[in-house]
């Protein structure tokens, strides 16, 4: 790789390396917090984009010790992207499904919800956060 593509590269990462891999941890579990609060206060469409937020600040910190362009740059990119790659735990790309097909509410439309639906959206957003913690654990011990 030349000078010129290394610091293209460099550049547009500068939002990922913003914070480190643990900082995004931590910004990941402040935002689920937010989601269970969201949700509490019967803020769906809230919740759901705190919990996909969640996911996301937390698949950053992966992205930070293992780079794939595949992944994308949004949250929702990540979450798309995971669904479909084969070399994370199946538990995780249900997770990310989970995440992508929940639908916020529609001021168009009553929506009945079961009850513990939220929870089931919460969950899977801590699925695929504890999946990028395992990923930067495992580099702490490298």
């Known amino acids: 790789m ?3 593509t290394t610091r293209s590269s460099a550049a547009g990462r500068e939002w ?33 984009a ?3 937020r969640a ?6 910190a992966a992205l930070r010790l293992e780079p794939n362009e595949a992944w994308g ?15 994370v735990p199946e538990a995780v790309r249900v997770a990310s499904r989970v995440l992508l097909d929940a639908r916020p509410p529609s ?8 009850p513990g639906a939220e929870d089931r959206v919460v ?5 695929v956060m504890a999946h990028a913690y395992a990923v930067v654990v495992r580099h702490d011990a490298a």
């Not at 910004?27 to 759901?48: F, I, N, Q, S, T």
């Not at 949004?74 to 979450?79: E, Q």
């Open 107 to 114: 001021p168009h439309f009553l929506i009945l919800r079961l």
């Open 55 to 60: 996911a996301g600040m937390a698949l950053n």
């Open 73 to 87: 740059r949004s949250y929702i990119d990540h979450l798309r992207a995971l669904c479909r790659d084969e070399s």
């Open 50 to 52: 705190a919990c996909r």
């Open 2 to 4: 030349d000078a010129v």
């Open 16 to 48: 990922l390396e913003k914070w480190t891999p643990r900082e995004w941890i931590q910004l990941a579990l402040g935002e689920v917090r937010r989601a269970e609060a969201a949700y509490k206060g019967r803020d769906m469409a809230g919740g759901l």
């Open 123 to 127: 969950e899977a957003a801590r699925d």
